[in-house]
């Protein structure tokens, strides 16, 4: 007989990082029934009795799990890091989407000022990177054109997501300094993994063979 506490609801980071996830979910025993790329449904039952997967936009999956809506978590540690607090596990690196968080500024650049305007859509890391290093900048949140600020005038450096760097060559932008290196990780609600915690471990044991063997 199942029971509601049996059933388990994992928020996944639609994107790149989805594409990356679903191999990884499918060699841990964990298919959606139907093609996610041809619904516009959110919510997606799976090959695994009770295991549902939920697709949303990456900054909210933290909001998700955090709050118990959803079990468990897979989205990227620049997002993570952004949404900060200590509500939340981290049990897994899934070593998947592997990027670099980046101060970059342009090209020929000249020194920077004493207090250079970096602009970023991570403003809650940049405040603590800077702070913690002594420097003094002005933060400036945008959500995205980032690689265009500074061309345009509005920033002297930018913090972005560097994967292969083509972003910023094409807008005449070098890397500068690494912040962090970036990857996506399973998150899981601290209730949950009490109160399902059979099921939770199972889940997270097979997504750990899975990293394993894609690592082999
Ligand atoms: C990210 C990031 C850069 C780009 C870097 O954007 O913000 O713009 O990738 O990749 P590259 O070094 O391989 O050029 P993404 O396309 O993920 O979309 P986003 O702007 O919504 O984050």
Known sequence: MSTASESVIIA???GRILKETLPLLRQAGIEPVEDMSRSR????ATSLDQVSLLVMRGSDVPVYVENGA????????????????DGLYEPLDLRIARCRL???????????????????KFTRIAKRWFAEQGRQVELIKLNGALEAAPAM????????IVDTGNTLRA????????????????????????????RIRVILERLAEAVARLDG
């Open 41 to 44: 449904k959110l919510m997606f």
């Open 153 to 160: 005038g509005l920033a002297d450096a930018i913090v972005d």
């Open 12 to 14: 996944l980071t639609r």
């Open 70 to 85: 959803a079990d468990i978590g897979v989205a990227g540690k620049d997002t993570l890091l952004e949404y900060g607090g």
């Open 102 to 120: 980046m101060i970059a500024a342009p090209t020929r650049a000249s020194a920077p000022g004493v207090r250079p305007r970096v602009a970023t």
């Open 171 to 198: 807008n005449g932008l070098e890397p500068v300094e690494t912040i962090a290196e970036i990857s996506s990780r399973v998150i899981v609600n601290k209730a949950s993994m009490k109160i399902k915690s059979r």
